[in-house]
């Protein structure tokens, strides 16, 4: 009877350490391995880019790792803009009437002013927006990543007056992992400061970035805000929701989860380039048709 007595009380325990983790990474994710399928958003959504934009815009991410003159077969007229402070890198691509402002990816934890940056996780008032009375008025207040924040201010003048003088119909604002951090908190500014022209955004393994105020004026355009995660990138859970942290616009589920490998740091370094190709190929096209 005490042996029984025992495992039963063993299983009960296993069974809420079990229980609790679930929560844990429940809160923490916010169901990490949950989002709409490409299908559904192509189905919804008009502005949902094609299998060869989209690979043309990982493609971007890429090209926006370092300066060079091209961009293998692109034929891209590459315009980089950077600041050292930060190790902010900026690249702009204008083709016809759309202009690409696309924002490069951290690259920590080699590069120590990243990783400072990164951790640098405090939610701060956007530093653009006039907040006359703070969080002392009750009003809801606009927050993002600090640290990224600083990034985004180290290339800021450079972003608005490429917009300025861009006479097009459209901006899209790419990025990857911290570089999709940054063009989120680029749109906000743009998107109040340029009404007349068209926006979207694309993501690939955003880490959160907003507030929940901030997040929920980002979904309010979500038919044009699509944020791209691999069901295996660990980085798209941080930083947790108990810190006030909210992802934003409409997310596309890539890959499959797995229970026995359920996180990879492939996911979020290779993951995206071998999805985008794979969509690509099924589409009916090849990298070299694009010039990739």
Known sequence: MNYLKKTCRAIIQFS?????????LSVTSCQSWTGNSIKEVEEEYAE???APELYRFYQMCLAAWREREHYKESNWNLEYVSHSETNTLGLFIEEEETLYMVFRATQAPKNPIDSALNSNYSLKPL??????SSDSSGAPVMKAHAGIQEKYAGIRDAVLLRAEVFKGKQI???GHSAGGMTAMIAYLELRNMFPEMEFLVVTFGMPRVLNITAAR??????????????AQDFLVTI???FLGYRHAGTKILL?????LDPYTVEAHETGYLMETERRLREAGFTPEELGF
């Open 48 to 50: 949902f880019p094609s």
């Open 217 to 230: 004026m980002v979904d309010a355009d979500s038919d044009r805000v699509f944020r791209f995660a691999m």
């Open 16 to 24: 809420a350490v079990i229980i609790s983790a679930s929560m844990l």
């Open 239 to 241: 930083p947790p929701a």
């Open 172 to 174: 899209v604002l790419v």
């Open 255 to 259: 890959g499959r989860p797995s229970i």
């Open 127 to 132: 530093f653009f927006l006039d907040y006359p």
